[in-house]
């Protein structure tokens, strides 16, 4: 079956500096990639999605995220993280045989001190 | 555009008693509709999807029951909730153009559940 892993389970970064969030899956067929976001407060979403094409995919608010198919791979990077990303940041899965459910990552709080 | 809405946003009910969230959908037709709930550290779990009125599928056997008695009405029921059921409950749509769907699926605010 399918899994999601995302590794760190909490982050903390000043401003300014550069984040990756890991994001491992274990599916090698074709796949649906996410990042989801939610905000204190706020709905939970999306923050940027890979269906095909260029592999390198760029979100909102500054985000991107890189799908490597040979690492079953889909990190998400930002340059210089601002304090108002501080967040939880999920990724999630679908396809192969479970075309229709959204696998999803234990998710990653980020803080970032001001 | 669209809006999902669900309430109540909190609930504080008793072991034993029962339990009825709704969620409901504005602005789009037959969407796919899903009930999730949310673990601390340990992401969404998809409790029940449904593409149609009346069509609801399970994906894990538990203590709750899903129904869709309009096309953008989604509920979540238990006719006995267990000290387990505590939790975040999402609520989510999706175009009902393909299925199986692999489109971005829209959230609710959630409701939060504590069973006492």
């Known amino acids: 079956a399918q899994s999601v892993s995302q590794h760190n389970h909490h982050v903390i970064l000043s401003e300014a500096a550069s984040l990756e969030l890991g994001c491992n899956y274990s599916y090698g067929g074709t796949v649906n990639l996410f990042w989801y976001v939610q905000y204190p407060g706020q709905h939970l979403q999306l923050l940027l999605k890979?269906?095909?094409?260029d592999p390198l995919v760029k979100g909102i608010k500054g985000f991107e995220a890189e799908f490597i198919k040979s690492k079953f791979s889909f990190n998400l990077r930002k340059p210089s993280v601002q304090w108002s990303d501080t967040a939880e940041y999920f990724c999630?899965?679908?396809?192969?045989?479970?075309?229709?459910?959204?696998?999803w990552g234990a998710g990653t709080k980020l803080i970032i001190k001001p | 555009s669209q809006t999902i809405h669900q309430w109540p946003a909190t609930l504080v009910q008793p072991v034993g008693s029962p339990l009825s969230l709704e969620c409901t959908v504005e602005g789009t037709s037959n969407p796919n509709l899903y009930w999730y709930r949310q673990a601390a550290g340990r992401g969404l779990q998809l409790l029940f999807y449904?593409?149609?009125?009346?069509?609801i599928s399970s994906e894990v056997p538990q203590n709750l029951s899903a129904s869709r008695p309009q096309d953008r009405q989604f509920i979540l029921s238990s006719k006995k909730l267990l000290l387990s059921d505590s939790g975040f409950y999402l609520c989510?749509?999706?175009?009902?153009?393909?299925?199986?769907?692999?489109?971005?699926?829209?959230f609710g605010p959630g409701t939060r559940l504590t069973v006492l």
């Open positions: 890979y269906f095909s094409g």
């Open positions: 989510a749509w999706s175009p009902g153009t393909s299925w199986p769907s692999t489109d971005t699926q829209y």
């Open positions: 999630a899965v679908n396809g192969g045989d479970s075309n229709y459910q959204l696998i």
């Open positions: 449904s593409v149609g009125i009346g069509q």
